[in-house]
């Protein structure tokens, strides 16, 4: 009976699925460059569009003429983040501009480039430009065009930090 109630225990158990991660690099005008990198399960990369709630690990940091300027994570996420991902496996690619979605990417950025706060950073893909904020302003100086392709790599194993990722090393870093 034992035996039974262990092995029926151990089939009802929820299957992991395998993470999938991607890095990515994006080159703006000026100078200014992003780099960075996603993770999500692979249960949600099915041939869908996938969503920024469906991501396990994200970050980004900002870069201009090869100097970091900036970084954003999703340990920084709060209520008030500009958050919007759309990111097609099947490509992959990230969803750009003209594609039917509106401002496919708003990361820790808002359409006006002005929210990603004092010492943030964000990118934002919309119909204007794909460009970056840099401390609660538009740097219009990294614009390009919003159609141009996003596509991203296969990174498996990419060693994320430790604050990109949501589940127990966010949890982890609450204060006692």
């Known amino acids: 009976m034992i035996r039974a109630t262990i092995l029926a225990l151990c089939l009802a158990a929820p299957v992991q699925a395998s993470e999938l991660s991607y890095s990515f690099h994006w080159q703006g005008a000026g100078g200014y ?7 999500y399960d692979a249960f949600f990369g ?11 690990c994200f970050v980004i940091e900002g870069l201009k003429d090869g100097d970091p300027i900036g970084r954003w994570a999703l340990g920084d996420l709060t209520e008030d983040t500009s958050w919007r991902l759309t990111f097609d496996p099947a ?56 159609y141009r392709p996003f596509p991203v790599s296969p990174a498996p194993g990419f060693d994320f930090p430790r604050d990109a990722c949501r589940g127990p090393d966010l949890l982890s870093l609450l204060a006692d």
């Not at 460059?33 to 993770?39: E, K, Q, V």
């Not at 099915?46 to 396990?56: A, M, P």
């Not at 496919?104 to 204007?128: E, H, K, L, S, V």
């Open 46 to 56: 099915t041939g869908e569009i996938l969503r920024e709630d469906e991501l396990t």
């Open 33 to 39: 460059a992003l780099r960075g990198a996603l993770s």
């Open 91 to 146: 490509r992959p690619a990230f969803v750009v501009e003209g594609e039917g979605v509106d401002m496919p990417q708003a990361w820790n950025m808002d359409g006006f480039g002005t929210d990603c706060g004092a010492g943030g950073f964000g990118f934002n893909i919309g119909n204007a430009a794909q460009d970056i904020c840099l401390d609660g302003a538009l740097i219009v100086e990294s614009q390009v065009d919003p």
